[in-house]
């Protein structure tokens, strides 16, 4: 069925920049929610930031002020730009999608690592 493929990750100074895209490799509709998630290594996977397909936003309080996440509906696609970058973003950021009670669907992750 549908896969989200993840694209943008890669190794970076602290303070530099990337920015993390995620797109579906088939049809999909009605999506409620698209959402950016990352696992350092050693710790739990935790969510970085969310998005509404009506707009609405949340982050985490580690990333607030440094992270934006946006999408374009009409190629559901799910950006997330993380600005000044620190060593402790550094894990496997994986998207997800999900429409409630009906598809739950996960990304297979990419790797960032933020140098000191």
Do not use: H
Not at 10 to 25: E, K, M, N, W, Y
Not at 58 to 71: C, E, H, L, M, Q
Not at 87 to 110: A, H, K, L, M
Request: hydrophobic share 30%.
């Amino acid at each position: 069925q549908v896969q989200l493929v993840e694209s943008g990750g890669g190794l970076v100074q602290a303070g530099g920049s990337l920015r993390l895209s995620c797109a579906p490799s088939g049809s999909i509709f009605s999506i409620n929610v698209m959402g950016w998630y990352r696992q350092a290594p050693g710790k739990q996977r935790e969510l970085v930031a969310r998005i509404t397909g009506g707009g609405s936003t949340n982050y985490a309080d580690s990333v607030k002020g440094r992270f934006t996440i946006s999408s374009d509906n009409a190629k559901n696609t799910v950006y997330l730009q993380m600005n000044s970058l620190k060593p402790e973003d550094t894990g496997v950021y994986y998207c997800n999608y999900i429409r409630s009670g009906i598809f739950d669907i996960w990304g297979q992750g990419t790797q960032v690592t933020v140098s000191s």
